[in-house]
């Protein structure tokens, strides 16, 4: 199993940023997947998850509720987490992950400066 995000960098405070992780080495249509953040000095937290297949029931952390937009995109084997109204504290290196695998690819790094 490979995940491999990207589209992480320096963005200003209320601006937007879309992340993407390419999947491959595994069925990903069938899995349900997610993106989970960790600040400095902080532990790693979830920020949005997506089911299976059409990926019709996500599930978002309050702190980024009406801000962020998690998608998937099977024929692609790509998921996707647009962010906008980007905060100072959304800044953390940014993991997508499945969801039934205990395994975390490399992250991106999303910064905000206020």
């Known amino acids: 199993v490979q995940l491999q995000a990207s589209g992480g960098g320096l963005v200003q405070a209320g601006g937007s940023l879309r992340l993407s992780c390419a999947v491959s080495?595994?069925?990903?249509?069938?899995?349900?997947a997610g993106w989970y953040r960790q600040a400095p000095g902080k532990q790693r937290e979830m920020v949005a998850t997506?089911?299976?297949?059409?990926?019709?029931?996500?599930n978002y952390a309050d702190f980024v509720k009406d801000r962020f937009t998690i998608s998937r995109d099977n024929a692609k084997n790509m998921l996707y987490l647009e962010m906008d109204s980007l905060k100072s504290d959304d800044t953390a290196v940014y993991y997508c992950?499945?969801?039934?695998?205990?395994?975390w690819g490399q992250g991106t790094l999303v910064t905000v400066s206020s």
């Open positions: 992950k499945l969801l039934r695998w205990d395994f």
């Open positions: 997506v089911s299976s297949g059409g990926g019709g029931t996500t």
């Open positions: 080495g595994v069925f990903f249509s069938i899995n349900p």
